[in-house]
Every structure is written in C-alpha cells, then in structure tokens.
C-alpha cells in the first residue's frame, strides 16, 4: 500500500473508534500507567516503582493478551519508561492504521468499492485473513 498523509482530524476519529472498540485498553493503559508516574513525580515518590504498582493493578483486569503482555512488562522492568514507550509506539502505529483505513474509506466512492480496493491491497500483500486472504473470501 501506498504512503498515505492522514491528517489530524483522521488520527482524532482512529482514536475514538480504538477507544469505543474492542480494543480499548491499547489507548487506556498507557495512559493509566503515565498517570502514575506523573502523579508520584508531583507526591516526591519514585515514578518506576509507582508504574510498577499500576501496571500489576491494571494486570488483574486487563483482557487483552498482548496488552497483558506489554502490562506484564512494565510490571516487572526495571526500565519502565522504555518498556512504556515502546507500548505507546505499539499504541501509535494502530491508531495511524486505522486512521489510514478512515481516509481510504473517506476515499472510496461508495463502500462496496471500499472493500473490493481493500481486498486488492491484502491480495497483493498476500495477508490472510484466517484460512483464506480477503480476496479469496470474496471470490467464494
């Protein structure tokens, strides 16, 4: 796929949507965990130690298997603000996914051609979706 420029209002839509999906606690945690520390810089407490303690209390509700396992990270790191800055660029370049599918939808004259030029570009890539690629569940 092609470079796409996504402007800021595409990045504000991709976060809400991450926000009311399924896939939430990629936007909240980091967050959550930044909180933290901020707030134990502000109280003169150790902002680490104060990651690690919200990390284990975000781990007891967290479903997500690849945020529990960036949470778990950070839980047990003694490099907590390394470990928390890759689960942000881990957070960032799904938003700017999602924001670069908004503005090929925004693109598309209609949303039938929206899927039919995405399941071009996964056929080309050669991802699969499940068993079969995109195209291939189209063709069936």
Same mark, same amino acid.
């Given at each position: !796929?092609?470079?796409?420029?996504?402007?800021q209002? %595409? +990045?504000?839509k991709? +976060?809400?949507? =991450?926000?009311?999906? @399924?896939?939430?606690? %990629? @936007?909240?945690?980091?967050?959550?965990?930044? =909180?933290? !520390?901020?707030?134990?810089?502000?109280? /003169?407490?150790?902002a680490?130690? @104060?990651?690690?303690s919200?990390?284990?209390?975000? =781990?007891?509700?967290?479903?997500?298997? !690849?945020?529990?396992?960036?949470?778990?990270?950070?839980?047990?790191?003694?490099?907590v603000?390394?470990?928390?800055?890759e689960?942000?660029?881990?957070?960032?370049?799904?938003?700017?996914?999602?924001a670069?599918?908004?503005?090929e939808?925004?693109?598309?004259?209609s949303?039938?051609?929206?899927?039919?030029?995405?399941?071009?570009?996964?056929?080309?890539? /050669?991802?699969?979706?499940?068993?079969?690629?995109?195209?291939? !569940?189209?063709? @069936?």
């Amino acid at each position: !796929m092609s470079e796409v420029t996504v402007s800021q209002e %595409f +990045i504000d839509k991709a +976060i809400i949507a =991450l926000n009311k999906s @399924a896939f939430w606690e %990629f @936007a909240d945690c980091p967050v959550t965990i930044r =909180l933290a !520390m901020r707030q134990a810089e502000l109280d /003169g407490r150790r902002a680490n130690s @104060a990651a690690r303690s919200a990390a284990k209390i975000i =781990l007891k509700r967290v479903r997500d298997p !690849m945020v529990r396992d960036y949470v778990a990270v950070i839980a047990k790191s003694s490099n907590v603000k390394k470990h928390l800055a890759e689960f942000e660029a881990y957070r960032d370049r799904l938003i700017s996914k999602v924001a670069e599918e908004f503005v090929e939808v925004d693109k598309a004259a209609s949303v039938k051609d929206y899927h039919l030029q995405r399941a071009q570009r996964i056929a080309i890539t /050669g991802r699969g979706v499940g068993k079969r690629t995109l195209a291939e !569940m189209y063709v @069936a």
